[in-house]
Every structure is written in C-alpha cells, then in structure tokens.
C-alpha cells in the first residue's frame, strides 16, 4: 500500500519463523500505536495517534516508511519506522536511509524479528538510492546498542544535544 507523498517499500514481504514483515495498513494503527506507546512512552498517546494518521493519510513528513512483523494471527510483533536523512553521523552521501524507530515486543525478542525488520528495512533504502543505513540510539539503552551492532551497525560517535529558549 503506497501512501501519498510517501515512498513504500516493495510489495514483496519477508518471513521470519512464524512472523512475516510487511507494509503498515490502516488496519494497523491501534496495535502500532501500542508498540510506539512502548518505544516512546514519554510522548502523549495523543501525538502518537496524530502522527500515525497523519502517515496513513499521506500527510506526514516523516516516517517515510513503516514496516511491521506480524505473526500468523496479524498480531503485530514489532515496527520500524523509516526516512531519508541528508545528514548522519558517521556516513559519506547526502542521502542516507535512517532508521526513525525500531521496536519488538519483549516477548518476540531473539527470534530474528528484529533482524527480519532491518532486513526489510535495508531493502527499502536501497529501493530509495540509499547506499547507507543509519541509525542512533539513547546513551543509556545498551540493549539496542548491542542489537545494532549484532545486525552489523558500526558505533560512530556518541552525541549530547543540548537546547535554550530565544
């Protein structure tokens, strides 16, 4: 399903065990806003669910992609939501596939979900031109770190953003 103003991945899906990773449907939005609520719980529930229509109605600036892993119930499993970035830490082009978010029950963990999910992802950034995949993670969460690195992601640099009002 290709949204307007958004770039889809390919139709094609990918199964990982008793899971297959597809495109984000409608029909998707209450069980991907649960798993955005676990990624990014300080956000409100009301910021998730504006920001998910805005994406299926084709409004949004980013993600430019969302896939999800779903096992053979349609239960959703886990996301990753995608964009194309002029900048990345780390990276050479001006065009850069960007891993926004990227997610998985605990539950599904260790079971190549998450491996499946940046599979997938990867060939969406080389469907869009990308010939670097990018990432980040919060200093404090190990666990994606390791993850990352796992699936071949180099560490690059560690950052601390600071902000002040005008």
């Known amino acids: ?19 297959i990773v597809r495109t984000v449907t409608p029909t998707d939005a209450a069980a991907w806003l649960r798993l955005r609520r676990a990624l990014w719980p300080a956000r409100a529930d009301s910021e998730h669910a504006a920001d998910i229509t805005e994406f299926l109605e084709g409004r949004a600036r980013e993600p430019l992609a969302v896939l999800v892993a779903a096992d053979k119930a349609e239960q959703l499993l886990g996301f990753a939501e995608l964009s194309i970035r002029a900048y990345a830490e780390g990276c050479h082009t001006d065009r850069v596939a960007y891993l926004e978010g990227w997610y998985v029950v605990p539950a599904a963990r260790n079971q190549g979900i998450g491996r499946a999910l940046i599979a997938a992802a990867e060939a969406w950034g080389r469907s869009q031109g990308c010939v670097e995949f990018a990432s980040d993670v919060e200093l404090i969460n190990d666990a994606s770190a390791a993850a990352h690195e796992a699936l071949g992601f180099t560490e690059v640099g560690r950052v601390r953003c600071f902000r002040k009002d005008l």
């Open 1 to 19: 399903m290709r949204q307007a103003g958004h770039t889809s991945p390919s139709r094609s899906t990918s199964r990982s065990r008793d899971s």
